[in-house]
């Protein structure tokens, strides 16, 4: 493969005969992986409560939902960064839409069965696809653009990740929510007739939001099989600003980069953090001492949560033009951090407001640590990005931790598992994120 002779248009690891105007485009395709995928995930929170009520479920058991989804982010990660290496980038896009597709259309016997062990098998292999996409989607637009701003181009992507957060509460609370769920006590008094008419109308509530769903991952499937992306080549980069920390060459594997290693310790409690406070939100405006509002009244009221991520990255995404990524990753989870004790202290519409300002400084964690921890991988990114990806797991154990002490302590006392999590990203936005190889 011959190198680019126009070294200001393209970075290194583009391929011969790519132009600026073509991985530009590229990057606008891939916003649309990212939107997608943000509507998925967020509509966990919906169905959350709505599974919650239609299984009398307590809040352990409804965090396995969380559970299923994000521990494929564990199972699926690193296999899925040895397959990108070999599929190509875009052969790892198609297969997880191909494969999150599938996922979506199981909820269909999930409902109809009126299952909800067939319901958490639906999740794991919706989010087995979603996690194939991510492990190729993240690394790409890091890489394709200039090192020094991979950080700012992710967190743009991103942003259009938390547009699909932002709409999919208000979608999902209209389309699931909207039916109302009858206690065990109102459906002991249903006939045969009653009773299967009830159970319907709860399957339909969930059956057609996913049927259209998976309509949509196939047909973008086929439009990333029609189009051509650049090929990226993998070679071995030199760290931005090498210069400032103990760069002593490459080495054999991705865990040998101390800097990546604490990054997925970052992306777990990051992630496992966003998880617990969203799944718990609509439970949470419930209680009386909050706002007392109804759950599908609640349900609207989780847009401003992850709204306020999509606000904070566009905002981001210019601001780190200019301030260090590790200084703003500190500033964002100290506040956060901060906003979530005032809500755990906190009553009424202080507390309700603390809990969904967190969103606006959730904003640039994601893409900020992912792109530090991957930084100066070269050859080894695609593993790293799927080490990245796994620690995505946090979102299916930190959870199940806050259900166990919301059973114990109540919801609001359990939001503490949050806090811990943000004090250690500033930790790693200060100082941890420094590249240097493991002794």
Same mark, same amino acid.
């Given at each position: 493969?011959?190198?680019?002779?126009?070294?200001?248009?393209?970075?290194?690891?583009?391929?011969?005969?790519?132009?600026?105007?073509?991985?530009?485009?590229?990057?606008?395709?891939?916003?649309?992986?990212?939107?997608?995928?943000?509507?998925?995930?967020?509509?966990?929170?919906?169905?959350?409560?709505?599974?919650?009520?239609?299984?009398?479920?307590?809040?352990?058991?409804?965090?396995?939902?969380?559970?299923?989804?994000?521990?494929?982010?564990?199972?699926?990660?690193?296999?899925?960064?040895?397959? #990108?290496?070999?599929?190509?980038?875009?052969?790892?896009?198609?297969?997880?839409?191909?494969?999150?597709?599938?996922?979506?259309?199981?909820?269909?016997?999930?409902?109809?069965?009126?299952?909800?062990?067939?319901?958490?098998?639906?999740?794991?292999?919706?989010?087995?696809?979603?996690?194939?996409?991510? #492990?190729?989607?993240?690394?790409?637009?890091?890489?394709?653009?200039?090192?020094?701003?991979?950080?700012?181009?992710?967190?743009?992507?991103?942003?259009?990740?938390?547009?699909?957060?932002?709409?999919?509460?208000?979608?999902?609370?209209?389309?699931?929510?909207?039916?109302?769920?009858?206690?065990?006590?109102?459906?002991?008094?249903?006939?045969?007739?009653?009773?299967?008419?009830?159970?319907?109308?709860?399957?339909?509530?969930?059956?057609?939001?996913?049927?259209?769903?998976?309509?949509?991952?196939?047909?973008?499937?086929?439009?990333?099989?029609?189009?051509?992306?650049?090929?990226?080549?993998?070679?071995?980069?030199?760290?931005?600003?090498?210069?400032?920390?103990?760069?002593?060459?490459?080495?054999?594997?991705? !865990?040998?980069?101390?800097?990546?290693?604490?990054?997925?310790?970052?992306?777990?409690?990051?992630?496992?953090?966003?998880?617990?406070?969203?799944?718990?939100?609509?439970?949470?405006?419930?209680?009386?001492?909050?706002?007392?509002?109804?759950?599908?009244?609640?349900?609207?009221?989780?847009?401003?949560? !992850?709204?306020?991520?999509?606000?904070?990255?566009?905002?981001?995404?210019?601001?780190?033009?200019?301030?260090?990524?590790?200084?703003?990753?500190?500033?964002?989870?100290?506040?956060?951090?901060?906003?979530?004790?005032?809500?755990?202290?906190?009553?009424?519409?202080?507390?309700? !407001?603390?809990?969904?300002? #967190?969103?606006?400084?959730?904003?640039?964690?994601?893409?900020?640590?992912?792109?530090?921890?991957?930084?100066?991988?070269?050859?080894?990114?695609?593993?790293?990005?799927?080490?990245?990806?796994?620690?995505?797991?946090?979102?299916?154990?930190?959870?199940?931790?806050?259900?166990?002490?919301?059973?114990?302590?109540?919801?609001?006392?359990?939001?503490?598992?949050?806090?811990?999590?943000?004090?250690?990203?500033?930790?790693?936005?200060?100082?941890?994120?420094?590249?240097?190889?493991?002794?």
């Amino acid at each position: 493969m011959v190198k680019t002779t126009d070294a200001k248009m393209l970075p290194d690891n583009l391929s011969d005969g790519v132009d600026k105007n073509s991985y530009l485009g590229s990057l606008t395709l891939l916003t649309s992986l990212f939107f997608i995928w943000g509507f998925i995930t967020c509509l966990n929170d919906i169905l959350i409560p709505h599974l919650k009520s239609v299984f009398t479920l307590s809040y352990t058991q409804a965090m396995l939902v969380q559970f299923c989804f994000f521990i494929a982010y564990f199972v699926v990660s690193v296999p899925s960064g040895y397959l #990108v290496e070999k599929i190509n980038y875009k052969g790892g896009i198609i297969a997880g839409l191909l494969i999150a597709g599938i996922g979506c259309l199981l909820f269909y016997p999930a409902a109809s069965q009126h299952s909800y062990p067939l319901f958490l098998g639906a999740f794991f292999v919706l989010a087995s696809g979603i996690t194939l996409l991510q #492990v190729a989607a993240n690394p790409y637009v890091t890489i394709l653009g200039k090192p020094e701003t991979a950080s700012s181009r992710l967190t743009l992507t991103q942003a259009f990740n938390s547009l699909g957060t932002t709409i999919a509460p208000y979608f999902g609370t209209l389309l699931i929510l909207s039916t109302a769920v009858k206690s065990a006590e109102e459906i002991n008094l249903l006939n045969a007739e009653e009773l299967s008419v009830y159970q319907a109308a709860q399957a339909a509530a969930v059956q057609n939001p996913y049927l259209l769903l998976a309509a949509v991952l196939f047909c973008v499937a086929i439009i990333f099989v029609m189009i051509k992306l650049p090929e990226i080549k993998s070679t071995e980069q030199t760290p931005v600003n090498a210069e400032e920390y103990s760069f002593d060459g490459g080495h054999d594997s991705a !865990w040998g980069y101390k800097h990546l290693v604490l990054g997925a310790i970052g992306i777990f409690v990051y992630v496992g953090g966003e998880v617990c406070i969203g799944s718990f939100l609509i439970n949470f405006l419930g209680e009386a001492s909050i706002a007392g509002l109804t759950e599908q009244e609640a349900g609207k009221y989780v847009s401003f949560y !992850w709204g306020g991520a999509m606000v904070g990255r566009f905002v981001g995404a210019a601001v780190m033009q200019k301030i260090k990524p590790g200084k703003a990753l500190a500033f964002n989870a100290l506040t956060a951090a901060a906003l979530v004790l005032i809500a755990i202290m906190g009553s009424g519409s202080v507390a309700m !407001w603390a809990i969904l300002s #967190v969103g606006l400084f959730n904003s640039i964690l994601f893409p900020t640590i992912f792109s530090l921890a991957i930084n100066g991988l070269g050859k080894h990114t695609g593993q790293g990005s799927g080490i990245l990806c796994a620690a995505i797991v946090g979102g299916a154990i930190l959870p199940v931790v806050q259900g166990i002490f919301a059973d114990r302590i109540g919801i609001q006392a359990a939001f503490f598992i949050p806090v811990l999590g943000y004090c250690y990203i500033a930790f790693y936005g200060l100082n941890g994120h420094k590249f240097s190889a493991v002794k």
